[in-house]
């Protein structure tokens, strides 16, 4: 079908047609009349024409959504005739080789619904500039690789606005006529315009005090609404460990006399790293141990650490232009979670963060909207952050780190910061400077920038006896994706070792070498194919690879159940040790029909949980971990048609039959656990909750009143909100006859608090019943949701459609079209927030006939509407494909 004619067909950005600016903006002055109705925005431009410019080159400077008031150059107006205006922005012909342009527009903060560029979150004005919000604020060439020094003044009236934020340092302040009132901000550093913020408003705040290793000393801020003010204290003791962290690991200290973050309540994405001045979704700030869960504390302490390290991993050096957005978000999320690591248990995170990358960026990978960690063209950029740029991104990070080693890798990220400080650079100069500080070469290594799609790892294993050699022949292939056919081999790190009947490591000589080095090693695959052959090996050994998920490749080996017993059992690699278990119930759940999962079947699985269950020596939480069954999105990467309902029958099965089979010992374990001391997020303590309340999940689905009595007297007698959740969730997953009353109850008494709301509203969108698509769709009109509000939308819309699939693919069509329909009204309203939600229908192949068929007819109307925005008709067309 052809778009209508009223609808311009989007242009789409390609990386090779990159060109440098033709223009600088040496520095910008900009000054603010706040007005939620009519801002008013003067912009100073001092220019300068690049070396390389042909003069006569006309300026081009972006906008969006202005009202242009007046132009002048060098203080004279300018004729009409020498600018300009058109959908894009506005060209000014005939420049001086250098001058000042100063431009007056006229914005509408509190009629900003899409949260790009100035837009009003409860009453207070705040910024959303990356990637293209800057235009939509004032004419300028938004591009990463124009940076400049900031000044900015902010007027507004000081009732409403008393506190009034911008990047950098205060340099003045004073009244104004009217009640108004001023605050002049400078920031010392060259930026490019989408790390600009502003933050005007009746805010609170907290402070404290951070002194770096060269003993500056930094004012702490974080600025909330103030009725949150008293669940700040955990994101400010993060910022104060990132900090640290930071120093320790990379020697990088923090550069301004005041670091500043801002909650609000409206915001699209997580977090927002503008220079010195962050704004955060408020989910990613407040926490109180009557509100917030344990992964709530976990989150905000990675998000606030993402957001400080992108100080020097994208601010400082940051991006040439958005096809290196990995360049930062890669190497940031890679810190963050070693961050997370070094903080917590190294074992729990690395497993959560290949459980994030295997079900959603494998998925990704696999499917019509995959592209490179390097992405080479897109229509709207607001779409490319995505898992792939950065989970995926962070795991060829990652891998740079495995290859050189932690020293190798430091001296490398040294030479990268110390070379390119101040530059906009690409991901090309990050993997030039490792390879330039250690004298080694990374060309192979690039395919990861560059290649999209999951590679698979096959591996084979001949033990010889009379030699007492072991081989293992390693062999890669990546399946095509779209615009790439046929791929170059990867450079594959695989750490791996190998264990003896008795569950022992062995020591490792390949072939060649004159002994033993070490019993964990990592083998480079380069070729398609490689054998290595390992000597002096008794008895045929069990192999253990990947070990810490080494790269993101799907592993295939086809491993006895009584060597992944094994492993799960004596493996030291938390990682490979949680994987045995897992592909041992994957193997169950993917093999047999539910009603088989019973008895003889399941004993092996009963047996081996029985030994997690008891191993006090393991910490609780990987426990827990190794005794959840895998996800539904995951085992979904496994079979050729997803038919959710199975999928979700299997799990459920399997889940209650181990439920029944060691009902004594999930409940003897419930009741070890119980704690009665203050609340603490630390990770011992989250670790045993976690355990605890998965033992609750496991009671629960014997349905039984002793099982339910159990959860309620949880609910009722929870000092935190952990615990608290579990138990509701355990209930609205039940039959359980009190579970209304329940959720009614939850309501009542947090309905003040817009993101415990929250959680009641996923809650609901996720539970497994029949009636689901029904509530969620009576909850769209209750007043707790709204579409205006990003968090909402997600908790309950893609909650269902993400989050739900046995509700979300009804055989009747009914949640495709519920969802449809909302993402049309939404993408009027807020396109990046609609694109995302559309990300559920991408994978419609995927499903049987009649599903692809309700799916497609969704993603078709989305892409024809008139009117549709760039970002969901990228979407829609892409998947389409
Ligand atoms: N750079 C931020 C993420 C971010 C990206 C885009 C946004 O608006 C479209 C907002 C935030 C980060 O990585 O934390
Ligand atoms: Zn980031």
């Known amino acids: 079908m052809d778009r209508k004619a009223d609808t311009p067909k989007p242009v789409t950005v390609y990386l090779k047609d990159y060109q440098p600016p033709a223009w600088h903006i040496e520095a910008v002055e900009l000054d603010f009349d706040l007005d939620p109705d009519a801002t008013r925005v003067r912009s100073r431009l001092h220019f300068r024409r690049a070396q390389e410019t042909a003069p006569g080159t006309p300026l081009h400077l972006d906008g969006e959504a202005l009202e242009l008031l007046g132009i002048s150059l060098d203080g004279e107006p300018l004729a009409a005739d020498r600018y300009r205006l058109d959908e894009a922005g506005l060209e000014v012909r005939d420049l001086p080789e250098t001058g000042l342009l100063e431009i007056e527009t006229r914005i509408q903060p509190a009629a900003n619904t899409e949260l790009s560029g100035l837009y009003t979150s409860s009453g207070n004005f705040c910024t959303q500039c990356e990637a293209e919000g800057f235009r939509r604020i004032t004419f300028y060439p938004d591009r990463p690789d124009v940076m400049a020094c900031f000044t900015t003044t902010l007027r507004a009236d000081k009732s409403a606005c008393p506190v009034l934020l ?14 108004r009132h001023y605050v002049t901000w400078q920031d010392p550093f060259p930026k490019p315009c989408y790390l600009f913020a502003l933050v005007a408003g009746d805010l609170g705040w907290i402070e404290d005090r951070f002194v770096t290793r060269s003993g500056r000393e930094v004012d702490l801020y974080i600025y909330v609404q103030k009725h949150n003010l008293d669940k700040c204290d955990h994101a400010m003791a993060s910022l104060k460990r990132a900090m640290k962290w930071d120093e320790a690991v990379y020697g990088r200290e923090y550069d301004l006399d005041r670091y500043m973050i801002v909650a609000v309540d409206d915001f699209n994405m997580g977090a927002m790293e503008n220079k010195g001045l962050n704004i955060f979704n408020s989910r990613y700030v407040l926490a109180r141990p009557d509100t917030a869960t344990d992964s709530d504390y976990q989150n905000i302490e990675g998000v606030i650490g993402h957001e400080y390290f992108h100080n020097w991993s994208g601010n400082r050096v940051t991006c040439r232009d958005w096809f290196q957005l990995s360049l930062k978000e890669g190497f940031t999320v890679f810190r963050d979670q070693e961050f997370s690591a070094d903080m917590n248990s190294r074992g729990v995170q690395r497993i959560t963060d290949v459980n994030i990358l295997r079900t959603h960026q494998f998925r990704e990978d696999a499917g019509p909207m995959a592209h490179p960690v390097k992405p080479d063209h897109y229509v709207a950029i607001d779409n490319f952050y995505t898992v792939t740029v950065y989970n995926k991104g962070a795991e060829v990070v990652r891998m740079l780190h495995t290859l050189l080693g932690p020293e190798a890798f430091r001296r490398g990220c040294d030479r990268y910061f110390e070379r390119h400080d101040g530059q906009a650079v690409t991901t090309d100069d990050f993997v030039n400077a490792l390879e330039a500080a250690n004298g080694v070469s990374l060309r192979q290594f690039r395919c990861w920038y560059d290649q999209a799609g999951t590679p698979e790892l096959t591996v084979e294993r001949h033990y010889d006896p009379q030699a007492c050699t072991f081989a293992l022949t390693l062999r890669q292939q990546c399946p095509a994706t779209p615009g790439q056919s046929a791929k170059q081999p990867f450079h594959i790190p695989v750490a791996m070792g190998l264990r003896d009947g008795e569950g022992r490591a062995l020591p490792l000589r390949l072939y060649g070498e004159a002994q033993a080095v070490g019993e964990s090693r990592v083998l ?17 050994p069990v192999p253990v690879l990947l070990r810490g998920f ?3 490749v799907k592993l295939n080996l086809d491993y006895r159940d009584a060597e992944l017993a094994l492993l799960s059992a004596h493996e030291d690699d938390p990682f490979c040790r949680w994987e045995a278990g897992q592909t041992l119930a994957r193997r169950l759940l993917l093999t047999h029909p539910p009603e088989a999962l019973t008895g003889e079947l399941i004993q092996p699985l009963v047996e081996a949980c029985r030994h997690t269950l008891d191993d006090a020596a393991l910490d609780p939480a990987l426990r827990a971990l190794a005794l959840t069954l895998p996800g539904e999105g995951y085992l979904a990467e496994f079979v050729d048609t997803i038919e959710p309902q199975q999928l979700h029958g299997a799990r459920e099965a399997l889940r209650r039959a181990l439920a029944q089979a060691l009902r004594p010992e999930w409940e003897a374990c419930y009741q070890a656990l119980t704690e009665t001391g203050p609340y603490s997020p630390d990770a011992a303590a989250a670790g045993r909750r976690r355990l605890r309340n998965l033992c609750l999940n496991y009671l629960i689905a014997c349905e039984d009143e002793a099982a339910y009595e159990l959860a309620l007297g949880q609910y009722r007698s929870a000092t935190n909100m ?18 209304e009353a329940v959720l009614e109850d939850f309501y009542s008494r947090w309905q003040a608090d817009t993101l415990v709301v929250d959680k009641w509203l996923s809650l609901q969108a996720t539970a497994a019943r029949p009636d689901t698509l029904d509530r969620v769709q009576a909850l769209t009109g209750h ?3 709204s579409l205006a509000n990003p968090n909402k939308v997600y908790s309950l819309l893609r909650a269902f459609a993400q989050g739900n699939p046995v509700g979300f693919h009804n055989e009747s069509g009914a949640g495709y079209r519920f969802i449809g329909e909302q993402i049309r009204t939404l993408d009027a309203r807020n396109p990046q927030v609609a694109a995302r939600l559309a990300a559920a229908f991408t994978d419609w192949r995927r499903y049987n006939p009649a599903r692809q068929a309700g799916m497609r007819e969704q993603l078709q109307t989305m892409r024809d509407a008139p009117g549709v925005s ?11 494909g």
């Open 550 to 552: 080494s790269a993101p």
């Open 166 to 179: 911008s990047n950098g340092n205060p340099v003045a302040s004073g009244e104004l006529e009217d009640g």
């Open 722 to 739: 952990t615990d608290s959740l579990a138990a509701l969730q355990a209930l609205v997953n039940s039959d359980c006859p009190q579970r």
């Open 524 to 540: 480079e695959l380069c070729q398609e194919e490689e054998t290595f052959v390992f000597q002096d090996i008794a008895a045929e």
């Open 870 to 880: 760039r970002d969901l008709y990228e979407i829609a067309e892409r998947s389409l």
């Open 783 to 785: 007043p707790a949701f």
